[in-house]
């Protein structure tokens, strides 16, 4: 069983998951407002442009008689998934994951109905990328990345703490972590 800084147990669930001298410094959620900014404007206009098309299509479709508007239906919801996934599906990521720094790790917990439960851990050492994004209270504290691959090759995505209300003040605990590392 590990102790956080006030010297209180924190064995609830850490059980084989924390080395045995592990400590954990720091845990919190990211804010789960939703947040509409330009992306989510542009997903939103090209998901109900894609839905109004599907929509259209199938009203012409529906006048050759018979069940062959049907196959717009699937385009339809693929538009509509598209316009209001893009406002309401990060916030929603959001409020299914949490967050955990110890003494050599940071580690970021989701419990996604349907998707399941995942615990990804990242080593804070003294290679590790330090950088932060703040807006207004919030701030997103980066400290990975990883190439996902799409259609034009890959691209890299940050790795962190997203909308954190204390984000200075983790940046500044996985600074000292890398202090101590050094």
Do not use: C
């Not at 479709?61 to 339809?76: D, E, K, P, R, V």
């Amino acid at each position: 069983m590990s102790r956080d800084l006030s010297g209180q147990a924190t064995g609830d669930g850490w059980e084989g998951i924390l080395d045995p001298d592990e400590v954990i410094l720091w845990q919190g959620r990211p804010d789960a407002t939703v947040r509409v900014g330009g992306a989510q404007i542009f997903g939103m206009i090209f998901g109900l442009f894609f839905a109004g098309f599907a929509a259209v299509w199938m009203m012409l479709a529906s006048t050759a008689g018979g069940y062959f508007w049907m196959f717009g239906l699937l385009h339809f919801f693929v538009g509509l998934s598209v316009a209001f996934g893009s406002i309401v599906g990060p916030p929603w990521r959001r409020r299914h994951t949490w967050y955990t720094l110890t003494d050599r790790r940071a580690f970021i917990a989701t419990d996604m109905p349907l998707w399941g439960r995942k615990l990804k851990a990242y080593p804070i050492d003294t290679h590790t990328p330090l950088s932060i994004d703040e807006d207004g209270d919030l701030a997103t504290v980066n400290f990975a990345h990883e190439y996902r691959q799409n259609k034009n090759g890959s691209r890299r995505v940050d790795i962190g703490f997203e909308r954190i209300p204390d984000g200075r003040v983790v940046l500044a605990k996985m600074r000292e972590i890398q202090e101590d590392a050094a």
